[in-house]
């Protein structure tokens, strides 16, 4: 058995002290972690490393745990940066007491809160939280993001999709698993109304794989800053935008900001280009041995 500090560590940074007696840890030894400063009380019952993260901190001290989108994002899945605000899971007899709500968003959780020592809700029961919280959008834009982690599989989405309102159904034939992500989802979503095939994650030889195709030869890649900062990967950008150039390809190219917040000007182009048939290999291009 290890120390005290590491098995807290172990379960993400906060633990229920009642979990850790449990376990064979003694209350002289949690004591004595606290004593030396290793570990400190979190609130009744509760301990907590001094490097756990802070958004589960406040969700314990809160006296929940954290859940819905802020769970999302500590699970690594794709979130908008713009999703700031803390969601937690409180237990439905905490409500009369409970008087941080305008701090953040509270998800009442009636099953017996004691059965659970978690910390953060599980991405089976985070992505529920999600389908009813958010708008469709943000929904699939995680779904497809634990889908393309394999956080979460196609039948326990659908396990998830018959305990929520009908309107939801529908949903299973919006995800996509191959996405990898948010911001490519969010192009697939918001150009699938323009009446043209858009494909996922098509690869492409002497290319490697392109985020989306629009009909037969419209490229779209979106840019996440994680993966495009830098000198060294935009040159790469631009070397494979002229490699798709020399095969035919129309390429176009959008950045995060292009897309959550200028939009228009993104759908205006695919707009104009698929109006011109751009979209489509010409009779030159199969002359050439383009098509493909």
């Given at each position: 058995?290890?120390?005290?500090?590491?098995?807290?560590?172990?379960?993400?940074?906060v633990a229920r002290v009642t979990v850790l007696l449990r376990m064979g840890y003694t209350a002289a030894q949690i004591r004595s972690a606290v004593a030396r400063g290793d570990v400190r009380r979190l609130r009744k019952g509760w301990v907590t490393v001094t490097d756990a993260p802070t958004d589960v901190v406040r969700a314990v001290r809160l006296g929940g745990r954290l859940a819905c989108l802020s769970a999302a994002r500590h699970h690594g899945l794709w979130?908008?940066?713009?999703?700031?605000?803390?969601?937690?899971?409180?237990?439905?007899?905490?409500?009369?007491?409970?008087?941080?709500?305008?701090?953040?968003?509270?998800?009442?959780v009636s099953a017996n809160w004691r059965d659970e020592p978690a910390t953060v809700e599980s991405v089976k029961v985070l992505v529920r939280q999600v389908l009813l919280c958010c708008d469709r959008e943000t929904a699939i834009v995680i779904i497809d993001s634990a889908l393309n982690q394999r956080k979460l599989s196609l039948s326990a989405l659908q396990?998830?999709?018959?305990?929520?309102?009908?309107?939801?159904s529908s949903l299973l034939d919006e995800v996509d698993a191959g996405s990898e992500s948010g911001l490519e989802t969010l192009c697939r979503l918001r150009l699938r109304g323009l009446g043209a095939r858009i494909r996922s994650q098509v690869s492409i030889p002497g290319v490697g794989r392109v985020d989306l195709i629009i009909g037969e030869r419209l490229v779209i890649e979106a840019d996440g800053r994680e993966w495009?900062?830098?000198?060294?990967?935009?040159?790469?950008?631009?070397?494979?935008?002229l490699a798709l150039l020399r095969l035919g390809y129309v390429v176009i190219r959008v950045s995060y900001p292009l897309i959550m917040s200028e939009w228009m000007l993104v759908e205006?182009?695919?707009?104009?280009?698929?109006?011109?048939?751009?979209?489509?290999?010409?009779?030159?291009?199969r002359r050439e041995g383009l098509a493909r």
């Open positions: 058995m290890g120390s005290v500090t590491n098995e807290v560590r172990r379960r993400g940074g979130v908008p940066e713009t999703t700031e605000e803390l969601h937690i899971a409180l237990p439905r007899h905490a409500g009369r007491r409970f008087s941080d709500s305008a701090t953040c968003t509270v998800h009442w396990e998830i999709v018959a305990t929520v309102p009908s309107r939801f495009h900062d830098g000198r060294s990967a935009f040159h790469a950008d631009r070397i494979r935008d205006l182009s695919v707009r104009a280009l698929i109006g011109r048939r751009e979209h489509l290999w010409s009779a030159t291009h």
